[in-house]
């Protein structure tokens, strides 16, 4: 299993941009999904999150700007991010925990619960 996140890019102050996290793989259930971002020099941080069952929470410096969604037939997650400024330059992973089916025959079913990061995509944003 692992996570793909893209749709990072450069814009300019006050732009709008798209990212997208797709998770593939033997998937059972994917239980909270979030975006982390890395500016450069400081710790990652936690952007926003959304829970299996769709309640969302964000970062205070995002509210109101950013938004989280996900598409659970999909194995999907969005963050549209609008009004964008310099300082959310970063680079933006993806983070997921996630029911891996380890074995699946007709008797039985195992999985397992992994934390997966997926890599990192930069958003670089002028003013």
């Known amino acids: 299993v692992q996570l793909q996140a893209s749709g990072g890019g450069l814009v300019q102050a006050g732009e709008s941009l798209r990212l997208s996290c797709a998770a593939s793989?033997?998937?059972?259930?994917?239980?909270?999904m979030s975006w982390y971002r890395q500016a450069p020099g400081k710790e990652r941080e936690l952007v926003a999150s959304?829970?299996?069952?769709?309640?969302?929470t964000y970062a205070d410096s995002v509210k109101g700007r950013f938004t989280i969604s996900r598409d659970d037939a999909e194995n999907t997650m969005i963050l549209q991010m609008s009004s964008l400024q310099p300082e959310d330059t970063a680079v933006y992973y993806c983070?997921?925990?996630?029911?891996?089916?380890?074995?699946?025959?007709?008797?039985?079913?195992?999985?397992?619960?992994?934390?997966?990061w997926g890599k990192g995509t930069l958003v670089t944003v002028s003013s």
């Open positions: 983070y997921a925990d996630v029911d891996q089916i380890d074995s699946d025959d007709d008797v039985s079913l195992h999985y397992s619960t992994i934390h997966l």
């Open positions: 793989g033997r998937i059972l259930n994917i239980h909270a």
């Open positions: 959304v829970g299996s069952g769709g309640r969302s």
